[in-house]
Protein backbone atom coordinates (compact mmCIF):
# COMPACT_ATOMS: atom_id res chain seq x y z
CA UNK A 1 0.00 0.00 0.00
CA UNK A 2 1.38 3.67 -0.67
CA UNK A 3 2.42 6.12 1.60
CA UNK A 4 0.46 8.58 1.89
CA UNK A 5 3.09 11.04 2.97
CA UNK A 6 0.78 13.97 3.27
CA UNK A 7 -1.74 12.59 5.84
CA UNK A 8 1.55 11.51 8.16
CA UNK A 9 2.80 15.32 8.06
CA UNK A 10 -0.99 16.58 9.02
CA UNK A 11 -0.76 14.20 12.11
CA UNK A 12 2.82 14.74 13.16
CA UNK A 13 1.84 18.86 13.06
CA UNK A 14 -1.32 18.59 15.18
CA UNK A 15 0.30 16.01 17.50
CA UNK A 16 3.02 19.09 17.63
CA UNK A 17 0.28 21.68 18.04
CA UNK A 18 1.69 23.48 15.61
CA UNK A 19 -0.32 25.49 12.46
CA UNK A 20 0.28 25.09 8.82
CA UNK A 21 0.80 28.76 8.82
CA UNK A 22 4.31 28.12 11.10
CA UNK A 23 5.01 24.73 8.90
CA UNK A 24 5.13 26.44 5.92
CA UNK A 25 6.82 29.12 7.23
CA UNK A 26 10.11 27.05 8.62
CA UNK A 27 9.97 25.08 4.83
CA UNK A 28 9.63 28.07 2.78
CA UNK A 29 6.23 27.46 1.27
CA UNK A 30 2.97 29.67 1.33
CA UNK A 31 0.13 28.18 3.42
CA UNK A 32 -1.96 27.04 0.74
CA UNK A 33 0.97 25.00 -0.86
CA UNK A 34 1.26 23.52 2.46
CA UNK A 35 -2.07 22.30 2.82
CA UNK A 36 -2.05 21.05 -0.98
CA UNK A 37 1.37 18.75 0.84
CA UNK A 38 -0.92 17.33 3.13
CA UNK A 39 -4.27 16.64 0.79
CA UNK A 40 -1.22 14.74 -1.16
CA UNK A 41 -1.26 17.18 -3.83
CA UNK A 42 2.18 18.31 -3.93
CA UNK A 43 4.66 16.42 -3.29
CA UNK A 44 7.82 17.43 -0.97
CA UNK A 45 11.22 18.58 -2.67
CA UNK A 46 14.12 16.59 -1.13
CA UNK A 47 15.29 20.37 1.03
CA UNK A 48 11.36 20.30 2.35
CA UNK A 49 11.47 16.97 3.65
CA UNK A 50 14.96 17.40 5.28
CA UNK A 51 13.47 20.64 6.89
CA UNK A 52 10.45 18.49 8.64
CA UNK A 53 12.03 15.85 9.80
CA UNK A 54 14.05 18.32 11.83
CA UNK A 55 11.24 19.74 12.88
CA UNK A 56 9.65 16.41 14.00
CA UNK A 57 12.85 15.05 15.32
CA UNK A 58 13.13 12.08 12.79
CA UNK A 59 15.43 10.86 10.37
CA UNK A 60 14.51 11.46 6.83
CA UNK A 61 14.25 7.92 5.78
CA UNK A 62 11.76 7.34 8.71
CA UNK A 63 10.25 10.59 7.34
CA UNK A 64 9.46 9.32 4.16
CA UNK A 65 8.80 5.67 5.04
CA UNK A 66 5.36 6.96 6.85
CA UNK A 67 5.77 5.42 9.85
CA UNK A 68 2.75 7.00 11.69
CA UNK A 69 3.91 8.50 14.85
CA UNK A 70 1.68 7.22 17.83
CA UNK A 71 -0.88 9.30 18.33
CA UNK A 72 -2.05 10.08 22.49
CA UNK A 73 -5.43 10.15 23.65
CA UNK A 74 -6.21 11.74 27.05
CA UNK A 75 -9.08 10.88 28.95
CA UNK A 76 -9.89 12.05 32.22
CA UNK A 77 -10.89 9.59 35.07
CA UNK A 78 -11.50 6.42 33.87
CA UNK A 79 -12.51 5.72 30.25
CA UNK A 80 -13.61 2.19 28.91
CA UNK A 81 -12.65 3.38 25.37
CA UNK A 82 -10.57 0.69 23.47
CA UNK A 83 -7.25 1.72 22.81
CA UNK A 84 -6.68 1.57 19.13
CA UNK A 85 -3.29 -0.38 17.60
CA UNK A 86 0.28 2.44 17.86
CA UNK A 87 -2.09 4.53 20.39
CA UNK A 88 -0.52 5.93 23.62
CA UNK A 89 -3.13 6.10 26.27
CA UNK A 90 -2.65 8.57 29.52
CA UNK A 91 -5.20 8.82 32.13
CA UNK A 92 -5.35 12.10 33.90
CA UNK A 93 -7.34 11.95 37.34
CA UNK A 94 -9.93 14.26 37.74
CA UNK A 95 -8.14 16.00 40.96
CA UNK A 96 -5.61 17.05 38.49
CA UNK A 97 -7.63 17.97 35.77
CA UNK A 98 -9.52 20.34 37.78
CA UNK A 99 -5.73 21.46 39.16
CA UNK A 100 -4.31 22.06 35.41
CA UNK A 101 -7.94 24.22 34.78
CA UNK A 102 -7.55 26.66 37.63
CA UNK A 103 -3.93 26.91 37.07
CA UNK A 104 -4.77 27.83 33.67
CA UNK A 105 -7.03 30.20 34.93
CA UNK A 106 -4.61 32.02 37.28
CA UNK A 107 -2.20 32.32 34.59
CA UNK A 108 -4.35 33.40 31.86
CA UNK A 109 -5.73 35.87 34.66
CA UNK A 110 -2.32 37.49 35.04
CA UNK A 111 -0.38 37.43 31.66
CA UNK A 112 -2.68 35.84 28.92
CA UNK A 113 -3.65 39.11 27.54
CA UNK A 114 -0.02 39.84 26.86
CA UNK A 115 0.92 40.28 23.24
CA UNK A 116 4.07 37.84 22.90
CA UNK A 117 1.34 35.19 25.00
CA UNK A 118 0.37 32.66 22.51
CA UNK A 119 -0.40 28.75 22.56
CA UNK A 120 3.45 27.86 22.34
CA UNK A 121 4.69 30.55 24.55
CA UNK A 122 2.00 29.39 27.38
CA UNK A 123 3.02 25.72 26.90
CA UNK A 124 6.52 26.65 27.67
CA UNK A 125 5.65 28.55 30.84
CA UNK A 126 3.32 25.70 31.83
CA UNK A 127 5.60 23.47 31.59
CA UNK A 128 8.35 25.49 33.64
CA UNK A 129 5.87 25.73 36.11
CA UNK A 130 5.25 22.34 36.32
CA UNK A 131 8.77 21.63 36.29
CA UNK A 132 10.34 23.97 38.63
CA UNK A 133 7.93 23.21 41.48
CA UNK A 134 8.75 19.41 41.40
CA UNK A 135 12.20 20.18 41.39
CA UNK A 136 11.99 22.58 44.14
CA UNK A 137 9.47 20.61 46.23
CA UNK A 138 9.49 16.93 45.19
CA UNK A 139 6.31 16.73 44.29
CA UNK A 140 3.63 17.71 41.14
CA UNK A 141 1.81 20.93 40.89
CA UNK A 142 -0.70 19.83 38.60
CA UNK A 143 0.37 16.16 37.21
CA UNK A 144 0.66 17.42 33.70
CA UNK A 145 2.36 15.33 31.41
CA UNK A 146 4.75 16.68 29.03
CA UNK A 147 6.14 15.87 25.61
CA UNK A 148 9.28 16.31 23.90
CA UNK A 149 8.81 18.11 20.22
CA UNK A 150 10.68 20.52 18.35
CA UNK A 151 8.97 23.50 19.76
CA UNK A 152 10.16 22.42 23.00
CA UNK A 153 7.90 20.67 25.50
CA UNK A 154 4.50 20.23 25.20
CA UNK A 155 1.89 19.24 27.77
CA UNK A 156 -0.11 16.62 26.66
CA UNK A 157 -3.54 17.40 28.50
CA UNK A 158 -3.55 20.60 26.94
CA UNK A 159 -5.87 20.02 24.40
CA UNK A 160 -8.47 17.98 25.48
CA UNK A 161 -8.60 20.26 28.79
CA UNK A 162 -8.97 23.17 26.87
CA UNK A 163 -11.74 21.99 24.60
CA UNK A 164 -13.92 21.23 27.58
CA UNK A 165 -12.75 24.75 28.99
CA UNK A 166 -14.04 26.21 25.99
CA UNK A 167 -17.55 24.20 25.57
CA UNK A 168 -18.12 25.11 29.08
CA UNK A 169 -17.45 29.15 28.23
CA UNK A 170 -14.59 29.05 30.88
CA UNK A 171 -11.92 30.36 28.65
CA UNK A 172 -12.07 31.93 24.70
CA UNK A 173 -9.34 31.03 22.61
CA UNK A 174 -9.18 33.73 19.89
CA UNK A 175 -6.55 34.38 17.10
CA UNK A 176 -4.43 37.40 16.54
CA UNK A 177 -1.00 38.48 15.13
CA UNK A 178 2.37 38.85 16.54
CA UNK A 179 4.61 40.66 14.44
CA UNK A 180 4.41 38.32 11.11
CA UNK A 181 3.01 35.33 13.15
CA UNK A 182 -0.49 34.19 13.38
CA UNK A 183 -0.90 33.65 17.09
CA UNK A 184 -3.54 31.53 18.89
CA UNK A 185 -4.14 33.36 22.06
CA UNK A 186 -6.62 32.31 25.39
CA UNK A 187 -8.43 34.47 27.49
CA UNK A 188 -10.28 33.83 30.74
CA UNK A 189 -14.26 33.78 31.11
CA UNK A 190 -14.03 33.47 34.99
CA UNK A 191 -11.95 33.77 37.89
CA UNK A 192 -10.07 30.66 38.96
CA UNK A 193 -11.01 28.87 42.12
CA UNK A 194 -7.90 29.64 44.03
CA UNK A 195 -9.41 27.10 47.07
CA UNK A 196 -7.75 24.63 44.95
CA UNK A 197 -4.31 26.28 44.41
CA UNK A 198 -2.19 26.66 47.76
CA UNK A 199 -0.52 30.42 48.98
CA UNK A 200 3.13 28.52 47.83
CA UNK A 201 2.13 27.31 45.07
CA UNK A 202 0.45 30.61 43.88
CA UNK A 203 3.64 31.98 44.69
CA UNK A 204 5.63 29.81 42.82
CA UNK A 205 3.44 30.51 39.55
CA UNK A 206 4.17 34.17 40.52
CA UNK A 207 7.79 33.61 40.77
CA UNK A 208 7.95 31.58 37.56
CA UNK A 209 5.77 34.21 35.23
CA UNK A 210 7.90 37.30 36.32
CA UNK A 211 10.55 35.69 35.32
CA UNK A 212 9.59 34.10 32.28
CA UNK A 213 6.26 35.57 30.54
CA UNK A 214 8.51 38.93 29.19
CA UNK A 215 10.11 36.11 26.55
CA UNK A 216 8.84 35.09 23.31
CA UNK A 217 7.55 32.32 22.06
CA UNK A 218 10.91 31.18 20.32
CA UNK A 219 13.36 32.09 23.20
CA UNK A 220 11.08 29.72 25.52
CA UNK A 221 11.47 27.53 23.14
CA UNK A 222 15.10 27.83 23.11
CA UNK A 223 15.86 28.15 27.21
CA UNK A 224 13.27 25.04 27.17
CA UNK A 225 15.77 23.07 24.74
CA UNK A 226 18.66 23.67 26.76
CA UNK A 227 16.98 22.32 29.90
CA UNK A 228 18.07 18.98 30.87
CA UNK A 229 14.59 17.27 31.19
CA UNK A 230 13.55 17.85 27.31
CA UNK A 231 17.63 17.32 26.18
CA UNK A 232 18.11 13.47 27.44
CA UNK A 233 14.38 12.59 26.82
CA UNK A 234 13.69 10.91 23.42
CA UNK A 235 11.92 12.90 20.87
CA UNK A 236 7.96 12.20 20.67
CA UNK A 237 8.27 10.61 24.67
CA UNK A 238 7.27 12.23 27.55
CA UNK A 239 9.46 14.18 29.66
CA UNK A 240 10.66 12.35 33.48
CA UNK A 241 9.87 15.17 36.30
CA UNK A 242 13.04 12.98 37.85
CA UNK A 243 15.19 14.18 35.29
CA UNK A 244 14.51 17.70 36.44
CA UNK A 245 17.26 17.15 39.44
CA UNK A 246 19.83 16.85 36.76
CA UNK A 247 19.56 20.48 35.55
CA UNK A 248 22.15 23.02 34.78
CA UNK A 249 22.58 26.25 37.02
CA UNK A 250 21.04 28.00 34.35
CA UNK A 251 17.89 25.97 34.63
CA UNK A 252 18.37 25.19 38.62
CA UNK A 253 15.60 26.89 40.66
CA UNK A 254 16.51 24.91 43.58
CA UNK A 255 19.56 25.48 46.49
CA UNK A 256 20.81 22.25 46.61
CA UNK A 257 23.77 23.87 49.25
CA UNK A 258 21.36 24.61 51.96
CA UNK A 259 20.77 20.65 51.84
CA UNK A 260 24.32 19.91 52.50
Not at 3 to 11: A, S
Not at 27 to 41: D, L, M, N, Y
Not at 166 to 188: C, G, H, M, T, W
Not at 194 to 202: D, Q, R
Request: hydrophobic content about 35%.
Amino acid sequence: MPVNLGKIIKQLREDSGLSQERLAEEIEVSRPTFAQIEKGERDLTVTEATKLAGIFNKSLDALLSGVAAPRVNVVIEEDKTKKQKNDVRIVMPRANAKKFKEVLLYVLGKIGAKPNIGETALYKLLYFIDFDFYEKFERQLTGARYIKNHYGPTPVEFKVIVDEMIANKEIERVKSNYFQYDQKKYLPRREPDLASISAEEIKHIDEVLARLSDKNANELSHYSHTDTPWMVNEPGKIISYESVFYRDAEHSVKNYDDEL
